[in-house]
């Protein structure tokens, strides 16, 4: 409707869902009044930053596609899914464990972020920021519940940044990225519960019987990009898996003894 004021719901204080998606808003301040709030949307405005008073009840947010820049000033106790897709974001700064412990659900994706450095939300449990610009995999160690991870068309070539205390990851997509060698892809072995690894689009796709190659690195795995793993498939990358080992334990006895001799 082409909405650019919206002081008029100051006075339905009583409101619990709230849908101003698709007009010209870019002061949120009259929503402060709206204390019995719930769910929020603000899709396909204006603003240009998510920054309003505590609602102490407010649990869903969508301010995709406005022209955010930062996500500060975001502090409502129960909020547990944030979207802020497709705005001008860059830095991933600014969400307190203090204020949002609560969150479980973050979407980020079609941003303008350069890494993951900066968030330190350890109830997180679904994390997407696809296409965001992400060159380096930072911080992630204190997601330590974070079940969902979403990586896909971004510019990192490493898989550095992935840690042990990740205790809770099963889905992780890598699609359309650069990493070219198995060597980073066992960097993930990390991660002990990874069960589903979507990795189309990266150079390391197109090496030799590439598909064993990951599954005799990540043994744990149920699907590996859109394809459930076959009972064959695995027989195979064990048997890869114990030569592989068999051949380690033969080098290392032959330097032990050049040592020696």
Known sequence: ??????????????????????????????????????????????????CMEELSYLQVISFDRNRIKDMEGISHPRLATLSLKENKIQTMLGLSQDQLFNLQVLELRGNKLKSTAGLSLTKLKKLYLAETGIGSLEGLEGLEQLETLHLRDNKFETLNGF???????????????????????????????LQTLVLLDNPCTDEPD???????????????????????????????????????????????WGEEG
């Open 1 to 50: 409707r082409d909405l650019t004021d919206i002081s008029l719901l100051k006075s339905f204080i009583h409101l619990r869902y709230v849908d101003l998606s698709e007009n010209k808003l870019h002061d949120l301040s009259p929503l402060s009044s709206l204390t019995e709030l719930l769910w929020l949307r603000m899709d396909g405005n204006l603003l240009t930053s998510a």
């Open 163 to 193: 840690s042990s205390s990740m205790k809770c990851l099963q889905y992780l997509n890598l699609r359309n990225n650069g990493i070219s060698s198995f060597q980073e892809v066992e960097k993930l072995q990390v991660l002990p519960v």
């Open 210 to 256: 590439y598909r064993l190659e990951v599954l005799a690195l990540l043994p744990h795995l149920q699907r590996l990009d859109k394809e459930a793993v076959e009972e064959d498939e695995q027989a195979e990358a064990m048997r890869i898996r114990r030569t592989r080992q068999e051949e380690k334990e033969k080098e290392k006895v032959r330097t032990t």
